[in-house]
Protein backbone atom coordinates (compact mmCIF):
# COMPACT_ATOMS: atom_id res chain seq x y z
CA UNK A 1 0.00 0.00 0.00
CA UNK A 2 1.33 3.53 -0.66
CA UNK A 3 2.52 5.96 1.66
CA UNK A 4 0.93 8.94 -0.48
CA UNK A 5 -2.88 9.40 -0.73
CA UNK A 6 -4.42 8.36 -3.98
CA UNK A 7 -3.71 11.45 -6.34
CA UNK A 8 -0.94 12.70 -4.42
CA UNK A 9 2.44 14.05 -5.37
CA UNK A 10 4.66 10.41 -4.74
CA UNK A 11 7.81 11.05 -7.14
CA UNK A 12 10.16 13.42 -9.35
CA UNK A 13 12.60 12.50 -11.98
CA UNK A 14 14.47 15.02 -14.72
CA UNK A 15 15.39 14.03 -18.33
CA UNK A 16 18.48 15.58 -19.28
CA UNK A 17 20.75 15.74 -22.34
CA UNK A 18 23.78 15.02 -19.58
CA UNK A 19 23.45 13.03 -16.50
CA UNK A 20 26.87 13.08 -14.96
CA UNK A 21 26.07 17.34 -15.48
CA UNK A 22 23.27 16.75 -13.78
CA UNK A 23 24.64 14.97 -10.92
CA UNK A 24 26.85 17.68 -10.31
CA UNK A 25 24.75 21.00 -10.53
CA UNK A 26 22.10 19.16 -8.23
CA UNK A 27 24.98 17.43 -6.43
CA UNK A 28 26.07 20.86 -5.15
CA UNK A 29 22.96 22.53 -5.49
CA UNK A 30 20.53 20.01 -2.99
CA UNK A 31 23.59 18.10 -1.27
CA UNK A 32 22.50 14.98 -3.33
CA UNK A 33 24.55 11.76 -3.48
CA UNK A 34 23.27 9.34 -6.27
CA UNK A 35 22.87 5.57 -6.87
CA UNK A 36 22.77 4.56 -10.66
CA UNK A 37 20.10 1.91 -10.88
CA UNK A 38 21.91 0.34 -13.88
CA UNK A 39 21.87 -0.83 -17.49
CA UNK A 40 18.84 -2.61 -17.28
CA UNK A 41 16.75 0.28 -15.98
CA UNK A 42 18.51 2.96 -18.80
CA UNK A 43 20.80 4.33 -15.60
CA UNK A 44 17.70 5.51 -13.96
CA UNK A 45 19.56 7.88 -11.11
CA UNK A 46 18.50 7.90 -7.99
CA UNK A 47 19.11 11.35 -5.90
CA UNK A 48 19.65 10.35 -1.88
CA UNK A 49 19.79 13.34 0.44
CA UNK A 50 20.66 11.57 3.69
CA UNK A 51 20.39 8.61 2.55
CA UNK A 52 16.98 9.26 1.86
CA UNK A 53 15.14 8.94 -1.75
CA UNK A 54 14.99 12.64 -2.80
CA UNK A 55 13.95 12.36 -6.74
CA UNK A 56 15.88 10.79 -9.48
CA UNK A 57 17.91 12.07 -12.88
CA UNK A 58 17.38 10.15 -16.48
CA UNK A 59 19.45 10.87 -19.70
CA UNK A 60 17.40 11.38 -22.38
CA UNK A 61 16.83 8.28 -24.20
CA UNK A 62 15.20 10.38 -27.71
CA UNK A 63 16.51 14.50 -28.57
CA UNK A 64 13.04 14.97 -28.93
CA UNK A 65 12.26 14.53 -25.23
CA UNK A 66 12.06 17.48 -22.95
CA UNK A 67 14.87 18.79 -20.63
CA UNK A 68 12.16 18.93 -17.70
CA UNK A 69 11.12 17.78 -14.44
CA UNK A 70 8.10 15.34 -14.29
CA UNK A 71 5.56 14.70 -11.55
CA UNK A 72 4.54 11.24 -10.39
CA UNK A 73 0.67 11.08 -8.52
CA UNK A 74 0.45 8.02 -6.69
CA UNK A 75 -2.01 5.63 -7.46
CA UNK A 76 -3.30 2.23 -6.05
CA UNK A 77 -4.20 0.93 -9.62
CA UNK A 78 -2.30 2.26 -12.63
CA UNK A 79 -4.33 0.57 -15.10
CA UNK A 80 -7.48 1.92 -13.77
CA UNK A 81 -6.21 4.89 -13.60
CA UNK A 82 -4.96 5.27 -16.79
CA UNK A 83 -8.44 4.24 -18.09
CA UNK A 84 -9.81 7.07 -16.04
CA UNK A 85 -7.47 9.01 -17.80
CA UNK A 86 -8.57 8.50 -21.01
CA UNK A 87 -12.35 8.56 -20.56
CA UNK A 88 -11.79 12.27 -19.00
CA UNK A 89 -10.34 13.50 -21.90
CA UNK A 90 -6.67 13.01 -21.23
CA UNK A 91 -3.98 11.41 -23.08
CA UNK A 92 -2.11 8.30 -22.10
CA UNK A 93 1.70 8.30 -23.26
CA UNK A 94 3.34 5.03 -22.29
CA UNK A 95 2.16 2.70 -19.85
CA UNK A 96 0.99 1.10 -17.71
CA UNK A 97 4.59 -0.18 -17.41
CA UNK A 98 6.34 -3.01 -14.95
CA UNK A 99 9.38 -1.69 -13.76
CA UNK A 100 10.79 -4.53 -11.88
CA UNK A 101 9.38 -5.16 -8.32
CA UNK A 102 9.81 -1.21 -7.73
CA UNK A 103 6.52 -0.16 -9.15
CA UNK A 104 4.36 0.19 -12.52
CA UNK A 105 4.47 3.22 -14.37
CA UNK A 106 2.31 5.67 -17.12
CA UNK A 107 2.93 8.81 -18.36
CA UNK A 108 0.09 11.22 -19.19
CA UNK A 109 -1.10 14.43 -20.72
CA UNK A 110 -4.18 16.16 -18.90
CA UNK A 111 -6.49 18.46 -21.18
CA UNK A 112 -4.66 21.44 -20.47
CA UNK A 113 -1.55 20.28 -21.94
CA UNK A 114 0.38 19.71 -18.60
CA UNK A 115 2.14 15.69 -18.91
CA UNK A 116 2.59 13.85 -15.34
CA UNK A 117 3.28 10.68 -14.70
CA UNK A 118 0.89 7.40 -12.23
CA UNK A 119 3.30 5.66 -10.06
CA UNK A 120 1.89 2.22 -8.58
CA UNK A 121 4.19 1.64 -6.04
CA UNK A 122 5.91 -1.93 -5.08
CA UNK A 123 8.82 -1.99 -3.24
CA UNK A 124 9.70 2.14 -4.04
CA UNK A 125 7.24 4.00 -2.34
CA UNK A 126 8.38 7.44 -3.52
CA UNK A 127 9.89 10.19 -1.25
CA UNK A 128 11.22 9.29 0.99
CA UNK A 129 12.46 12.51 2.39
CA UNK A 130 9.74 15.87 2.19
CA UNK A 131 9.82 19.00 3.58
CA UNK A 132 13.21 18.96 4.82
CA UNK A 133 16.70 20.59 2.94
CA UNK A 134 17.17 18.41 -0.31
CA UNK A 135 13.46 17.28 -0.30
CA UNK A 136 10.47 17.54 -2.28
CA UNK A 137 8.12 19.91 -1.20
CA UNK A 138 5.30 21.06 -3.08
CA UNK A 139 4.28 20.91 -7.24
CA UNK A 140 2.06 23.18 -9.22
CA UNK A 141 0.19 22.72 -12.78
CA UNK A 142 0.97 25.80 -14.89
CA UNK A 143 -1.66 25.27 -17.11
CA UNK A 144 -2.71 28.02 -20.27
CA UNK A 145 -6.21 26.02 -19.46
CA UNK A 146 -7.60 26.02 -16.28
CA UNK A 147 -11.12 25.44 -17.52
CA UNK A 148 -9.85 22.39 -18.95
CA UNK A 149 -7.77 20.97 -16.06
CA UNK A 150 -9.55 20.89 -13.01
CA UNK A 151 -12.83 18.49 -13.97
CA UNK A 152 -10.05 16.64 -15.47
CA UNK A 153 -8.39 15.81 -12.08
CA UNK A 154 -11.44 15.85 -9.72
CA UNK A 155 -12.76 12.91 -12.09
CA UNK A 156 -9.79 10.95 -12.47
CA UNK A 157 -8.50 11.82 -9.07
CA UNK A 158 -11.26 13.01 -6.89
CA UNK A 159 -9.47 16.50 -6.30
CA UNK A 160 -11.01 19.44 -4.44
CA UNK A 161 -9.98 22.99 -5.65
CA UNK A 162 -9.68 25.41 -2.96
CA UNK A 163 -9.49 28.85 -5.40
CA UNK A 164 -6.55 31.25 -3.26
CA UNK A 165 -6.32 34.09 -5.68
CA UNK A 166 -9.06 36.40 -6.98
CA UNK A 167 -9.64 34.03 -9.71
CA UNK A 168 -8.70 36.71 -12.54
CA UNK A 169 -5.77 38.01 -12.31
CA UNK A 170 -4.56 35.74 -10.19
CA UNK A 171 -6.12 32.55 -10.59
CA UNK A 172 -4.87 30.10 -8.40
CA UNK A 173 -5.94 26.69 -6.53
CA UNK A 174 -4.86 24.79 -4.06
CA UNK A 175 -6.08 21.00 -4.48
CA UNK A 176 -6.83 18.25 -1.71
CA UNK A 177 -7.20 14.55 -2.41
CA UNK A 178 -9.98 12.33 -0.52
CA UNK A 179 -8.36 11.57 3.08
CA UNK A 180 -5.92 13.97 3.51
CA UNK A 181 -6.71 17.50 4.82
CA UNK A 182 -3.52 19.52 4.19
CA UNK A 183 -3.89 20.29 0.36
CA UNK A 184 -0.94 17.88 -1.54
CA UNK A 185 -0.60 20.30 -5.19
CA UNK A 186 -1.58 24.06 -6.63
CA UNK A 187 -3.02 24.54 -9.75
CA UNK A 188 -2.26 28.29 -11.51
CA UNK A 189 -3.47 29.85 -14.70
CA UNK A 190 -1.00 31.23 -16.79
CA UNK A 191 -2.25 33.29 -19.89
CA UNK A 192 1.20 34.74 -19.45
CA UNK A 193 2.91 32.13 -20.92
CA UNK A 194 4.49 32.62 -24.40
CA UNK A 195 2.77 30.32 -27.30
CA UNK A 196 5.56 28.22 -28.02
CA UNK A 197 5.79 27.34 -23.97
CA UNK A 198 3.67 24.08 -22.94
CA UNK A 199 2.03 24.02 -19.67
CA UNK A 200 3.96 21.96 -17.77
CA UNK A 201 4.38 21.05 -13.51
CA UNK A 202 6.50 23.05 -11.18
CA UNK A 203 8.35 21.25 -8.98
CA UNK A 204 9.39 22.99 -5.62
CA UNK A 205 12.78 21.44 -3.69
CA UNK A 206 13.26 22.98 -0.13
CA UNK A 207 16.91 25.00 0.39
CA UNK A 208 18.11 26.02 3.63
CA UNK A 209 18.91 29.39 2.43
CA UNK A 210 16.98 30.87 -0.65
CA UNK A 211 19.04 33.64 -1.73
CA UNK A 212 22.48 31.92 -1.02
CA UNK A 213 20.92 28.50 -3.43
CA UNK A 214 20.29 30.95 -5.66
CA UNK A 215 23.76 32.20 -6.12
CA UNK A 216 25.01 28.58 -6.19
CA UNK A 217 22.68 28.36 -9.32
CA UNK A 218 24.45 30.80 -11.10
CA UNK A 219 27.81 29.61 -10.32
CA UNK A 220 27.10 26.13 -11.51
CA UNK A 221 26.17 27.75 -14.96
CA UNK A 222 21.96 27.96 -14.02
CA UNK A 223 19.73 30.73 -14.56
CA UNK A 224 17.42 32.50 -11.53
CA UNK A 225 14.20 32.97 -13.42
CA UNK A 226 12.10 34.93 -10.90
CA UNK A 227 14.62 36.48 -7.95
CA UNK A 228 14.52 35.00 -4.13
CA UNK A 229 11.12 36.79 -3.08
CA UNK A 230 8.88 35.84 0.45
CA UNK A 231 5.97 34.31 1.13
CA UNK A 232 3.24 33.19 3.66
CA UNK A 233 4.79 29.60 2.45
CA UNK A 234 8.42 30.21 2.72
CA UNK A 235 11.24 32.54 0.84
CA UNK A 236 11.29 31.26 -3.03
CA UNK A 237 13.11 31.48 -6.17
CA UNK A 238 12.36 29.87 -10.14
CA UNK A 239 15.20 29.14 -11.63
CA UNK A 240 16.66 26.81 -13.94
CA UNK A 241 19.51 24.29 -13.84
CA UNK A 242 22.98 24.34 -16.61
CA UNK A 243 20.85 22.52 -19.11
CA UNK A 244 17.64 24.40 -18.86
CA UNK A 245 15.27 22.29 -16.76
CA UNK A 246 13.13 24.90 -14.44
CA UNK A 247 12.21 23.98 -10.84
CA UNK A 248 11.90 25.70 -7.75
CA UNK A 249 13.61 26.33 -4.73
CA UNK A 250 12.19 27.62 -1.30
CA UNK A 251 13.58 28.08 2.22
CA UNK A 252 10.21 27.04 4.13
CA UNK A 253 11.89 28.44 7.35
CA UNK A 254 11.20 32.09 6.10
CA UNK A 255 7.63 32.74 6.69
CA UNK A 256 6.48 36.16 5.54
CA UNK A 257 2.62 37.04 5.80
CA UNK A 258 -0.78 34.75 6.54
CA UNK A 259 -1.46 32.27 4.25
CA UNK A 260 -4.64 32.78 1.99
CA UNK A 261 -7.55 31.30 3.06
CA UNK A 262 -7.65 28.08 2.13
CA UNK A 263 -4.14 27.55 1.70
Known sequence: MSAF?????????ASLPDLEAGQRFYGELLGWTFQDTGEEFGHY???LRDGKNAAALMGKMDPSMPTAWSVYLATGDAAKTTAAIREAGGQVVFGPDVVGDVGTMA???DPGGSFFGVWQPDTHPGFGIVNAPGGFCWA???TKDAAAADPFYEKVFG??????????QFDYKVWSVAGQADPVAGRMQ???L????????RVYFVVEDCDASADVVR???????GEPADSPFGRMAEVADDQGATFAIIDVTRRVGPPPAGA
Do not use: F, K
Open 5 to 13: SEGAPCWAD
Open 45 to 47: TMA
Open 107 to 109: GAV
Open 140 to 142: ENH
Open 159 to 168: YSGQQIGDGE
Open 190 to 192: RGD
Open 194 to 201: PADAPSAY
Open 219 to 225: RLGGRVI
